[in-house]
């Protein structure tokens, strides 16, 4: 009897080390709960969990509102090339776009056939000088790009046309040209054509009809 009670006794002493791994499963699987609470709590803030190691890129900013664009106060004139508008010239020579109707009052037209758009400060520097020498009765209503060897010509509100050749001497050319054109008013059956290609020859030409030559030594 005694030896049956010690061989029992040998088969429940493993029990204690049964419990503690149910225990540390138990544990275990309390711990897998945690961290899968955390990690959906987690889910929920942050919003979207990105798969895959990459970092979570950063949110899109908005779009910034579109500035409104600004266009020059004035217009030197309205630009064309061979017949088709290329658009306004600004006072330091630069052609941009810009709606019609910012423009619409007595701007000249510029006809600047094969020359490149981006070359046209001289043309600039010249509106700028006839402007300020000419009234409203006389402005300059159209310029015209001819050849390289005959230049410019200009034709004038008061119906006056000028063989302009090139820019040199503008300020001069225009003061010779208002003198003879004041001179010869009382002979002049129409508008006048004023040929300042020889200028620097020192001629002027004024052609009514017949030619007339003008000297101006």
């Known amino acids: ?126 509106l700028e000088a006839v402007a300020r020498s000419h009234d409203a009765s006389s402005a300059l209503v159209r310029l015209s790009y001819v050849s390289p060897q005959d230049g410019w010509k200009a034709l004038f509100a008061d119906g006056t046309q000028a063989e302009w050749g090139d820019f040199r001497w503008t300020d001069l050319k225009l003061e010779r040209m208002r003198q003879v054109l004041e001179d010869a008013k009382n002979d002049l059956s129409g508008p006048a054509n004023v040929d300042l290609r020889y200028f620097g020859d020192g001629r002027i030409i004024l052609r009514t009809a017949p030619a007339k030559s003008v000297s101006m030594r």
């Open 1 to 126: 009897m005694r030896l049956k009670s010690r061989i029992r006794r040998g088969r429940a002493a493993p029990r204690p080390i049964i419990q503690k791994q149910a225990r540390q499963k138990l544990l275990a699987a309390a711990a897998v709960l945690v961290l899968g609470a955390c990690a959906a709590a987690a889910a929920a803030h942050f919003g979207r969990q990105w798969i895959g190691g990459g970092s979570r890129p950063a949110a899109a900013k908005p779009p910034e509102p579109s500035r409104p664009q600004s266009y020059p106060k004035t217009a030197a004139a309205r630009v064309t090339q061979k017949g088709k508008p290329l658009g306004f010239l600004s006072e330091n020579g630069r052609v941009f776009q810009a709606p019609a109707s910012l423009y619409a009052g007595a701007v000249p037209q510029v006809e600047i056939g094969g020359l490149d758009p981006a070359g046209l400060g001289g043309v600039a520097k010249f």
